[in-house]
């Protein structure tokens, strides 16, 4: 039943059990694309924003304000990190967890950080758009506010997440099946 993309980027072939240790620090791929995409968001938006500020308050306040719920959605990824490494495992240098860890964010979310930085990616977008409104039109930042929370949702749902649930169905059973039934991917609790 996994649709999972095998690759071994993804399938995490260096990842050790818990308790042992880390042969070192590994950039984790999914950090490589949110970087990425953020990057992309950052080139889109800065020129445009450059020219928007020009405008005063009307554009400072709203996108300095909205900024500062981007960088939360970072301060949430790196609490669900940490979360995490508290349970026994470390998404940053392939440790694998002794159990499925279902608490905190991962109550609401299968895959918090992705969700988080979904969040950061449509701000990101809403910010592109309004700073749009006080500067000359640019094509650039059309494409990247559409194709950046697109392309990281698609690259997320359709590739890395099914991958790491295959993951984690290997190594917990009988824990993820009935984990995935109550907790959606992205955000929320079913209604099973």
């Known amino acids: ?12 072939p260096d990842a050790v059990e818990p308790g042992a240790k880390p042969k070192g620090f590994k950039v984790a791929p999914t950090f490589v694309i949110d970087l990425s995409f953020s990057a992309l968001c ?23 304000t909205l900024l500062l719920v981007i960088m939360a959605c970072y301060f949430g990824k790196s609490f669900t990190v940490t979360h995490l490494d508290g349970k026994g495992g470390d998404a940053r240098t392939y440790v694998k967890s002794g159990a499925l860890v279902t608490t905190g964010p991962y ?10 930085a979904m969040a950061q ?11 749009q409104a006080f500067a000359p039109w640019s094509p650039l930042l059309l494409v990247v506010i559409v194709a950046a929370p697109l392309g990281f949702f698609l690259v997320n749902d359709l590739v890395v997440m099914p991958t790491e649930e295959a993951m984690l169905r290997r190594l917990h059973p009988d824990d993820f099946d009935a984990y995935a039934a109550r907790v959606n991917r992205w955000v929320g609790r079913s209604a099973r």
């Not at 039943?1 to 995490?12: G, I, N």
């Open 1 to 12: 039943m996994s649709s999972a993309f095998h690759h071994p980027v993804f399938d995490e």
């Open 42 to 64: 950052l080139a889109g938006i800065a020129p445009v924003w450059r020219d928007a500020l020009r405008q005063g308050a009307v554009v400072a306040v709203p996108t300095f």
């Open 107 to 116: 109550g609401w979310s299968r895959h918090p950080t992705y969700a988080l």
């Open 121 to 131: 990616f449509l701000l990101w977008s809403v910010l592109g758009l309004y700073v």
